[in-house]
């Protein structure tokens, strides 16, 4: 067509980058408890948004600058929120899926939050 | 049920209101007197590129003023009230923050504070002014504010900043009315190339001054709250 | 087209989160719905073409008036015990 | 060509913000809507990214800029209010 192979091949990023962005959300309403979603939905996501500003621009060349911009925010930010957004869960006890076979955290956190909360 | 059936009753009869007026809706499609002028005679006259901005500032810049005050003394009426009365002397036992919120957000408040004054200057350009530059410095401050619980900001310095940058946007106002055409004027030392970063005339040093105001009234507010959750 | 559809979508968006935030009976959760409210009008002001309204809205309506809602809201907890 | 393929992209992504809709709903901790609120205003980005394609102006990723920073504060915020640590 008259579109040129570079336009293309950043469509398809786009593309890639939703179909991300819905197995992320997928995941969201599939998984059993918090953690198990926290864990789909930040990474899905975050790599959805990537995906979908890098391909972005292959399609507009010249926006590269506030673009490539967008993506270190996003890649870091988004890992930050989802930690401080688990860390808050384990903290406030929700409760784990009944076939969690492993706990490594909670031995550390209950010396860790002990500990600290004394120096402060 | 007698509760309900009188809820869709009134359901019905906002609804019924609400057809008229979709039914006798048409858009506007031209621009009205007044706008129409602003679009034709805006750049040329204000040398702004966003519109939006020449509207705020010089047109109705009367307004603004108006705006700030207000602000300002919401964020007087929240210090007075919350004023901290803390006798004893209690350190409040904090949880924590983890070590990569405290590392994220040494990364990440200097690059909002600079994204804040970067909105602001560039209000004659972009989309933005000094409003959305002020809150945008006062929510990295805040994100400070939590993780980072023990730095300390002192109320004095956000007042000192915020009394000097209200007399400057009342004193470029005044220099308005000495060397132009009347209060808040822009037309003070040039209008300079349109589009460029030095041009629109006193905009630019208008929108610092109301960045730096709301900015720090916004990050009052939410220091004053901070530390008065230390009262039981 | 997209357009319009997107802003069909947000709208409905719009309402239905609005319902949720008022008939909702845990606060924490209507105080979130209430930020999801403006960050999605900012994004259908952005359909209108209006960017400055859209800045203002992501800022203040779903940034700041969050922060200050949940400071109060600790407050008055501490209060109660 | 592209516009097509950009238009299915936007079509998926507004189906992935009704899944997380779904979530926000049901979820029955706050943390589970805090989660679906977080993955909803990331999606909704990506959104912003497309519409500033099709309408061909720059200055809209400056807006993405301010609602990328300002939904990852707020989320901060709420998981901080969880563990008491305001």
Known sequence: MENSIVEIIGAFLVLIGSVFLFLGALGLVRMPDVFNRIQTGTKASTLGTFLTFFGLVFIMPEWWGKLILLIIFILMTNPVSSHVLARAAYCIKVPMFKKTVIDLYGKDAEKLFKKETKNE | ?232 | ?81 | ?86
């Open chain 3, 1 to 81: 087209m997209l357009n319009i559809i997107l802003a069909i979508f947000l709208g409905i968006l719009i309402i239905v989160l609005a319902i949720m935030a008022v008939l909702n009976k845990n606060i924490v959760v209507a105080i979130i719905a209430a930020g999801a409210v403006s960050l999605f009008a900012s994004v259908l002001y952005l359909i209108l073409a209006a960017p400055d309204v859209a800045m203002t809205e992501a800022a203040i309506g779903s940034g700041l008036s969050t922060i200050i809602f949940f400071y109060v809201l600790n407050k008055i907890n501490r209060q109660n015990g």
């Open chain 2, 1 to 232: 049920m007698v509760k309900n059936a009188f809820i869709f009753l009134i359901l019905i009869g906002v609804a019924m209101i609400l057809v008229n007026l979709f039914a006798g809706f048409t858009g506007n499609v031209d621009l009205g007197q007044i706008a129409n002028h602003y679009v034709a005679n805006g750049p040329a006259e204000v040398g702004s590129a966003n519109i939006v901005t020449a509207v705020v500032v010089t047109y109705r810049g009367f307004d603004t003023l108006g705006e700030v005050t207000i602000l300002f003394l919401s964020a007087a009426i929240v210090g007075f009230f919350l004023k901290i009365e803390n006798t004893d002397n209690t350190e409040r036992n904090l949880k924590y923050t983890s070590e990569i919120l405290n590392t994220a957000s040494q990364v990440l408040v200097p690059i909002m504070i600079l994204f804040g004054v970067y909105v602001f200057i560039n209000g004659h350009l972009s989309p933005g002014g000094g409003f959305q530059g002020g809150a945008i410095i006062a929510s990295g401050l805040v994100l400070m504010f939590i993780a980072q619980p023990k730095k300390e900001i002192g109320h004095k310095l956000i007042n000192i900043i915020e009394s000097i940058s209200g007399v400057g946007f009342v004193l470029m106002g005044l220099a308005g009315v000495l060397f132009a055409g009347g209060f808040l004027d822009n037309n003070v030392i040039g209008l300079g190339k349109f589009g460029t970063l030095f041009s629109a005339g006193a905009i630019p040093i208008i929108y610092i001054f109301v960045g730096l105001k709301v900015g720090s009234e916004l990050t009052g507010i939410a220091l004053s709250l901070k530390e008065n959750q230390n009262e039981a």
């Open chain 4, 1 to 86: 060509m592209v516009n097509k393929i950009l238009f299915i992209a936007a079509l998926i992504m507004m189906l992935a913000i009704l899944l997380t809709l779904y979530r926000f709903f049901k979820g029955t901790t706050a943390a589970d809507r805090l989660v679906a609120f977080d993955v909803m205003t990331v999606s909704s980005l990506s959104l912003i990214g497309l519409i500033a394609k099709f309408s061909d102006r720059i200055i809209y990723l400056d807006v993405a800029m301010v609602y990328g920073l300002l939904s990852f504060l707020g989320v901060i915020i709420v998981a901080r209010y969880f563990e008491k640590g305001l």
